[in-house]
Every structure is written in C-alpha cells, then in structure tokens.
C-alpha cells in the first residue's frame, strides 16, 4: 500500500511506446524542485525512475 505523500497532480504531455519499453512525460512544477535523474518518483501508485528532466517535464520509462 502506497503511504507517501501526493506532492501535486501533473498533467501527462506524451507517451511513447516502444517495442520493449513505454516512456511517459508528465508535465509538473512542485515535484520537479530539487529531482535528478535516476530519482524515483510514484506515478498513480508506481514507482518509476526519473530518465529525462526539463523545467516544466520529467520522463519515465518502463520495461516491458
């Protein structure tokens, strides 16, 4: 059971799906303060490594 703290509510701006992995970009402002890549961030309940950072953006990928 997930017991963390929601931070913000993002806004999905793009998903990719490959032949062996799904990549999903989310648009957020609070939760991108102070991330790197290689973080972990809960998506919906899942935790998922942070691949990509913009300003306004960061990308996770899934391994199918």
């Known amino acids: 059971m997930f017991t ?22 989310i648009r957020a402002d609070k ?8 973080d972990s961030i809960a998506v919906n309940g899942v935790c998922l490594t942070v691949t990509a950072l913009s300003p306004t953006t960061f990308t996770v990928r899934r391994c199918t």
């Open 4 to 25: 963390g703290i929601i931070e913000e509510v993002g806004t999905v701006q793009a998903i990719r799906q490959g032949a062996a992995s799904a990549s999903l970009t």
């Open 31 to 38: 939760v991108l303060q102070g991330s790197h890549l290689g």
